[in-house]
C-alpha cells in the first residue's frame, strides 16, 4: 500500500473526528495529542534500529536489560544479584525494516543526527501494518476512544489509574499490569494506585523504595526498563516484564509495569515506542487530575476558612449586637435605679434625715435593731406659749404655721450638718455628730442655735404681715455619751439617741425662756473663745441630786470657718453688756 494515500487517509479519518469532537476542547486536545504517534508510525518507520522513542530531556528511550540476549551468551551471571548489569547499555533491539533517514522527527521522538543527508531517491520506510495485534486504524481508533473515556464526565469521581488500566489492558494484550505512582511527600518511595485485573491487588506489593533497584533508570532518566523472560530470578523489587515512565512535561510521575503479556510487547521496537508515547499522554491525564483534585481540595480548604471566618464574623456580630443591648440594659437600669434612689431619697428625707437616708441606701443591711454608744451634741428648741396660740387660731392655720417653722429649722440644721432625731409636738430634737460624724459639734450646735433664732426673726416679719401672731423659742444643748441607732419594733424603726445626756439636754431646754440658748458645761468647754458665754446660776434638774451648771451663748465673738453660715450670722463690734467670753477649751 502507498504510505501517501494511507497517510492522507488518517489524516481524512482524523479530521472527521475533529468534526465530530467539535465544542469537546479537551477530546480536540486529546486526540491531536495522538498525531506525534501517528506521525511517527506513518513517518518515522518506528521499526528502524536508529528510531528511538523520545524522553523528558529530549534523548530516545532505551531498553534496559539484558534484551534479546540470554544470560549463557552474554557471559554474565544470571542469579539474582546481577540484577544491576543487567541495567547495562545493550545493543538496541533488530529492526524489522530499514531506518528512515531523512524522515522529519516529532516533538516526542527526535531521531538522531547523521553526518550527511541520505540520497533524495530513497522511498520512505512503509509504517506497520499493525500495533499491539492490530490494525494500525483500528488500534489508533481504540486508544483514542478510551483517552476520550478517560477525560469525558463519567471519569469523574473513578480514581483515574484504575480506569486507565481496565480500559488500554485489554486493547494492548497486557494480562496483568500495574501503575505506581511517586509518593510526592515522599519521592523515594512508589506507591500502587491501580492494578489489572483488580482481584490481583492484594497479591502485589502497594508500598516501597526504588532507589537502588533496577527501576532507577527508568524514574531517573525516564528509560523504559525490560527484562528477559529467560533470566532466572525475580527482578526485584517487583515482577515486572516490561515498564514504562509515566511523563508529565520533563517530569517523571510514576510507572506503568507490565507483568504478563505476550513477547510480542516487549520484543518488537514498534509496540515499545507506541507503549512510550501512551505513558507519556497518560502521565499527563494523570498528573492533570491530581492537580485538579489539589484545585479542588485548596477550594474546599478556602470554602472551609471563609465558612469558619463567616461563622466567627456572624458570632462577632452577635456577640457587639448582644454587649450594645447589655450596655444599654445596664444604662437604663442604672438610671431606673438612679431615679428609684432619688424618689426614695426623697420620700425618706421627709421621714428621717438626709444622713440617715443616705446611710440606708449604702448599706441596706443597716436597717437592723441596735445602736452604738458615741459622743453626741444634742439639741433641743421648744415654742413657747404654744398653747395659747393654738387656742387663737384655726387649727389648719396651726399647722400651716409649724410647717413653716419646721421647714426652716429643718434647713437651718442640716446646713451645718445636723440630723434631725424627731419632732415632738411644737418641739424638735437634733444631733451633732451621729450618724455623720463631724469635727466640732458643740460649736456646729451654738451656731447653729443662734442662726436658728436669725431666721426666726425673718418668719416673724412674715407673719406680721399676714396678721399672724408671733412665736417664741428656747433652746438647750447638752453634750455627752449616748446610745444612738435604730430602736423600735421589727416592722417599725425610728433613728434615735438615749442616754442621760438626752434627758440633760430636755431639761435645759425646758429652763430656757423665749430667745435663750441655754448649754451644758461639757458643751460650752468645746466652744474655746469663738462665742459670748453668760454664766447663770445653777438649775436643779429632775432627777439630778445636784444643781447643774449652765451657760447662756449670748454673741458670737468670731466666726468659726464654716461656710454654711458666713452670711448668716455677723459678730457684733463691741461685747454684749451681759456677756462675757469664757476661755475654756476641751
Not at 528509560?223 to 515486572?240: D, K, L, Y
Not at 516484564?241 to 510480542?264: F, N, Q, W
Not at 434631725?420 to 411644737?426: M, P, S
Not at 451654738?446 to 436658728?452: G, I, L, S
Request: include cysteine; glycine fraction near 8%.
Amino acid at each position: 500500500m502507498n504510505p501517501r494515500w494511507l497517510g492522507g487517509a488518517f489524516l481524512a479519518w482524523l479530521g472527521l473526528l475533529t468534526l465530530l469532537w467539535w465544542g469537546h476542547w479537551f477530546s480536540l486536545i486529546l486526540l491531536w495529542a495522538i498525531i506525534p504517534l501517528a506521525g511517527a508510525v506513518l513517518l518515522t518507520g518506528m521499526g528502524a534500529p536508529s528510531a528511538p522513542v523520545a524522553t523528558p530531556s529530549r534523548t530516545p528511550p532505551r531498553a534496559s536489560g539484558n534484551g534479546h540476549k540470554p544470560a549463557e551468551e552474554t557471559g554474565q551471571s544470571s542469579g539474582p544479584g546481577s540484577a544491576g548489569r543487567l541495567l547495562s547499555p545493550t545493543p538496541p533491539i533488530t529492526p524489522t525494516v530499514p531506518p528512515a533517514p531523512a524522515t522529519p522527527a516529532t516533538p516526542l521522538a527526535p531521531p538522531p543526527r547523521s553526518p550527511a543527508p541520505p540520497p533524495a531517491d530513497l522511498p520512505l520506510p512503509a509504517p506497520p501494518a499493525e500495533l499491539f495485534g492490530q490494525p494500525l486504524p483500528r488500534f489508533l481508533e481504540l486508544v483514542i476512544r478510551d483517552l476520550a473515556t478517560l477525560t469525558g464526565p463519567s471519569a469523574a469521581g473513578t480514581p483515574l489509574e484504575e480506569m486507565a488500566l481496565d480500559l488500554l489492558c485489554p486493547h494492548l494484550g497486557i494480562a496483568q499490569g500495574q501503575i505506581y505512582l511517586i509518593d510526592p511527600q515522599k519521592p523515594e518511595f512508589l506507591e500502587l494506585r491501580g492494578c489489572y485485573p483488580k482481584a490481583e491487588w492484594n497479591a502485589k506489593r502497594v508500598r516501597f523504595e526504588w532507589g537502588d533497584t533496577a527501576l532507577a533508570p527508568l524514574l531517573k532518566n525516564g528509560e523504559m526498563v525490560s527484562f528477559w523472560p529467560a533470566r532466572r530470578g525475580e527482578p526485584p523489587p517487583i515482577a515486572i516484564l516490561l515498564a514504562t515512565p509515566l511523563i508529565d512535561g520533563e517530569t517523571v510521575i510514576g510507572l506503568l509495569a507490565i507483568e504478563s503479556a505476550p513477547p510480542i510487547l516487549y520484543q518488537k521496537p514498534d509496540n515499545q515506542a507506541a507503549l512510550f508515547l501512551i505513558g507519556q499522554v497518560l502521565g499527563w491525564m494523570v498528573a492533570e487530575r491530581q492537580r485538579e483534585i489539589a484545585r479542588r481540595a485548596e477550594i474546599y480548604t478556602l470554602k472551609q476558612r471563609i465558612d469558619k471566618l463567616t461563622e466567627y464574623q456572624r458570632k462577632l456580630e452577635h456577640t457587639t449586637e448582644y454587649l450594645d443591648q447589655e450596655y444599654d440594659r445596664q444604662y437604663f437600669e442604672k438610671l431606673g435605679l438612679e431615679k428609684d434612689r432619688a424618689q426614695m431619697f426623697e420620700s425618706f428625707q421627709k421621714f428621717l434625715s438626709p444622713h440617715i437616708v443616705e446611710r440606708i441606701i449604702a448599706d441596706p443591711g443597716s436597717l437592723a435593731l441596735g445602736g452604738q454608744k458615741q459622743p453626741v451634741t444634742i439639741m433641743f428648741a421648744d415654742v413657747r406659749g404654744f398653747t395659747p396660740l393654738s387656742e387663737k387660731l384655726d387649727p389648719s392655720q396651726v399647722v400651716s404655721l409649724l410647717n413653716e417653722y419646721f421647714s426652716a429649722m429643718t434647713e437651718v440644721i442640716l446646713q451645718f450638718q445636723g440630723t434631725i432625731d424627731k419632732f415632738i409636738g411644737d418641739a424638735l430634737m437634733a444631733l451633732f455628730g451621729a450618724p455623720l460624724t463631724v469635727q466640732d459639734p458643740e460649736r456646729r450646735a451654738v451656731f447653729c442655735a443662734m442662726t436658728m433664732l436669725q431666721r426666726l426673726d425673718q418668719l416673724k416679719a412674715g407673719w406680721r404681715k399676714r396678721g399672724w401672731p408671733e412665736i417664741e423659742i428656747g433652746i438647750g444643748l447638752n453634750t455627752g455619751d449616748v446610745t444612738v441607732g435604730l430602736i423600735g419594733s421589727e416592722k417599725i424603726l425610728s433613728y434615735t439617741a438615749i442616754g442621760d445626756a438626752v434627758n440633760i439636754a430636755s431639761r435645759i431646754c425646758s429652763a430656757a425662756r423665749p430667745g435663750q440658748i441655754l448649754l451644758s458645761t461639757t458643751t460650752a468647754a468645746g466652744l474655746g473663745d469663738l462665742v459670748w458665754l453668760e454664766k447663770l446660776d445653777p438649775i436643779p434638774l429632775k432627777g439630778k441630786t445636784q444643781p447643774v451648771e449652765i451657760f447662756q451663748a449670748i454673741a458670737p465673738a468670731q466666726l468659726p470657718g464654716f461656710t454654711e453660715i458666713e452670711a448668716l450670722l455677723t459678730v457684733p463690734t463691741t461685747p454684749p453688756p451681759r456677756g462675757q467670753r469664757r476661755p475654756t477649751s476641751r
